[in-house]
């Protein structure tokens, strides 16, 4: 059995910084691509930012310059490092993780959500 915590969200001031963490745990054999996605209220879940296992990056254009992903294999966790915050940055921020469990089956996972809000 695999699970997603995810930590770091809160309230923060525009221009102001966060950094959200999301740790795998469980039977996990190997981890491979790992990303954020973020739902603001009354909207579809989108893509913020993801990280290959090899360390390649991709980020959605809102967010390009402010926002870095950033992986640590050794514990199993993703990060995402959130500056210049804008309140249109508001939303529940999600990590999604592909994780081998075993031979040949590496499902996506979801972590449980956590709650971002910037107020100007």
């Known amino acids: 059995q695999v699970q997603l915590v995810e930590s770091g969200g809160g309230l923060v001031q525009a221009g102001g910084s966060l950094r959200l963490s999301c740790a795998a745990r469980g039977s996990i054999v190997s981890i491979k691509d790992m990303g954020w996605f973020r739902q603001p209220p009354g909207k579809q879940r989108e893509l913020v930012a993801t990280?290959?296992?090899?360390?390649?990056?991709n980020y959605a254009d809102s967010v390009k310059g402010r926002f870095t992903i950033s992986r640590d294999n050794a514990k199993n966790t993703v990060y995402l490092q959130m500056n210049s915050l804008k309140p249109e940055d508001t939303a529940l921020y999600y990590c999604?993780?592909?994780?081998?469990?075993?031979?040949?089956?590496?499902?996506?996972?979801w972590g449980q959500g956590t709650q971002v809000t910037v107020y100007s």
């Open positions: 990280i290959t296992s090899g360390g390649s990056t």
């Open positions: 999604n993780v592909q994780i081998q469990v075993r031979l040949e089956v590496a499902p996506h996972y």
